[in-house]
């Protein structure tokens, strides 16, 4: 099972990145993927989440409008698009398979099994 978080860079407050999250060894039509963030000095915080059965999915407060998460199971890839990117939203991003479908608990780091390497976003003019 591997996980693989791409697509971090260097952006300006405003802009957008796209993150996905390459995974193999197993099928997102049965596990669900979550996104989390940890910025320096921080706990890790979830982000968003998104199911396999039903495509459901699920956000944090400070995410909600700007961010989207999807997925594309033939390529084995769950994205999310950032959109109006703050400083806040610096930190490290990490993709990892939930055990089980997201639910309320998503933002529980104890409730995912396998963690990729993660990549940072980093807001700053």
């Known amino acids: 099972v591997q996980l693989q978080a791409s697509g971090g860079g260097l952006v300006q407050p405003g802009g957008s990145l796209r993150l996905s999250c390459a995974v193999s060894g197993f099928s997102l039509d049965y596990y669900a993927i979550g996104w989390f963030r940890q910025a320096s000095g921080k706990e890790r915080e979830g982000v968003s989440c998104?199911?396999?059965?039903?495509?459901?999915?699920y956000y944090a407060d400070f995410v909600k409008g700007r961010f989207t998460i999807s997925r594309d199971n033939a390529k084995n890839t769950v994205y999310l698009q950032m959109n109006s990117l703050e400083p806040e939203d610096t930190a490290v991003y990490y993709c990892?398979?939930?055990?089980?479908?997201?639910?309320?608990?998503?933002?529980?780091?104890?409730?995912?099994?396998?963690w990729g390497q993660g990549t940072q976003v980093t807001v700053s003019s």
């Open positions: 990892a398979r939930i055990i089980g479908e997201c639910g309320s608990f998503y933002y529980v780091v104890g409730t995912y099994d396998y």
């Open positions: 998104i199911n396999s059965s039903d495509g459901g999915t």
